[in-house]
Structures are given as C-alpha cells and as structure tokens.
C-alpha cells in the first residue's frame, strides 16, 4: 500500500479512479478495497477525499480563495470542496479560513 499512498500523494490533484489503483497494484476493485480498508481503516474514496481535504485546508490556512483551494486540491470545483468540507469538517470552508485567519491575528 506504500506505493498507492505514493501514487494518490503525487496525483490526488488529477481525476483517480479505484478501478486505476486496483490495477496500479494489479488486484481486483474489490480485492483491492479490502485490504486497502483493512490497512487504513477507510476505503480508497474516503483516503482520497480525507487527503484532499488536509490539502485544501493549507491553502485556506494561508488566505487562498475556496475556488483556488478546491482546484489545487483536486476537486471538481468549489461546490464539490464545499459539500465535502461540510460533511467531513461540519464547517464550511470560509468559517474555517476566517477562524485560522482569526487565530492567526490573535497570535500575533
């Protein structure tokens, strides 16, 4: 699995399919689910989307607009970014920019 985690790290910003990983590690999409969920305890598309929202997060940590974060990050555009960042975060993307920016001033 080292070598997937290698793969999504290098192209989590292009489209990747399960199906794609499957072959990239030459087992079946569901042979592949199964052992990638029992390492990591989550399937491929949840990692994937998790990995895409750590990498969304530190563009919005540094004041970048929730469009350039969702497309630096890999998604389809911000609508997408921002149902997942609900579902996952239960914030929005701009509270949660506005609350590191907040933080950030307050340090300082």
Known sequence: ???????????????????????????????????????????????LIQYRLSMSRKSLQVNESIFNAA???GFYDSSHLIRNFYKYMALSPESYRLSILKKSKIIQ
């Open 71 to 73: 497309i630096d990050a």
């Open 1 to 47: 699995m080292e070598k997937t985690m290698a793969y999504i790290s290098a192209n989590y910003q292009h489209p990747i399919k399960v199906s794609d990983l499957a072959k990239y590690n030459c087992m079946s999409v569901f042979h592949f689910c199964r052992v990638f969920k029992s390492m990591t305890g989550m399937s491929p598309h949840n990692y």
